[in-house]
């Protein structure tokens, strides 16, 4: 079954501190990884895009990791900011085309002063 | 050049009524799909379209739902009969040929 699980489910951190999400999949056939960012309310907005050849990316102070042989990936978040707090989904495409994309039910961030 | 554009933003609707919800892509973009999102729950596809043609329509139910994408206007997502069940979020997604989404904020729809 195609599954995306991430954790923790919520974190909360103190403002400038760095911190790292986690992301475990069972998709296959595999396409491409991706991070979103969804503040309340909003609908997600696009981090980072890796496909199976990529083991690292970065969008500023976010960096997503890539291992495709254990089917793992993270995402590191680097002296946060308030703007921080939001949930980050991880996606994982089994094929070309964003019909055939599986999302995790994403980690829940609070950054607090 | 707006982003993807939904409304409305929250919608009520009463057991077996009606509900549309609209989408209109980014300027450029062909490509529309549209998402549901339970509470605590990741998104789930629902239907694929490019202008006039239903591309996949896989993730949505065979009964009371429907999409378009006509020509001119807005993609319209359809949900007759609502019942309390089809209360979530629905967002929608437009894309360029290069499969990044860029997705709108969303409609909620509260179902009494």
């Known amino acids: 079954k195609n599954q995306v699980e991430q954790s923790p489910q919520s974190l909360i951190i103190l403002e400038g501190k760095n911190c790292t999400l986690q992301?475990?999949?069972?998709?296959?056939?595999?396409?491409?990884l991706r991070w979103y960012k969804q503040d309340t309310g909003r609908g997600p907005v696009s981090l980072t895009i890796m496909t199976f050849s990529e083991n690292t990316k970065s969008n500023g102070r976010y960096t997503a990791t890539l291992d495709a042989d254990t089917k793992q990936s993270s995402l590191h978040i680097t002296a946060s900011q308030l703007s921080d707090s939001a949930s980050y989904i991880c996606?994982?495409?089994?094929?070309?085309?964003?019909?055939?994309?599986?999302f995790g039910t994403g980690t829940r961030l609070t950054v607090i002063p | 050049n707006a982003g993807v554009m939904q409304n409305p933003r929250h919608l009520v609707r009463r057991r077996g009524q009606e509900a549309r919800l609209r989408c209109s892509p980014m300027k450029g973009h062909s490509h529309v799909y549209w998402y549901r999102q339970l509470p605590e729950e990741g998104l789930k596809f629902m239907v694929y379209l490019q202008k006039e043609n239903i591309i996949d329509e896989s993730g949505m139910p065979k009964e009371r739902f429907s999409a378009e994408f006509p020509k001119e206007g807005p993609s319209i997502l359809r949900i007759q009969q609502v019942v309390r069940g089809d209360s979530a979020a629905y967002f929608c997604?437009?894309?360029?040929?290069?499969?990044?989404?860029?997705f709108g904020s969303g409609t909620q729809l509260s179902v009494l």
């Open positions: 992301c475990n999949y069972t998709v296959s056939p595999f396409s491409n």
């Open positions: 996606v994982v495409s089994s094929q070309t085309g964003a019909n055939n994309l599986f």
């Open positions: 997604a437009s894309s360029p040929e290069d499969e990044k989404l860029f």
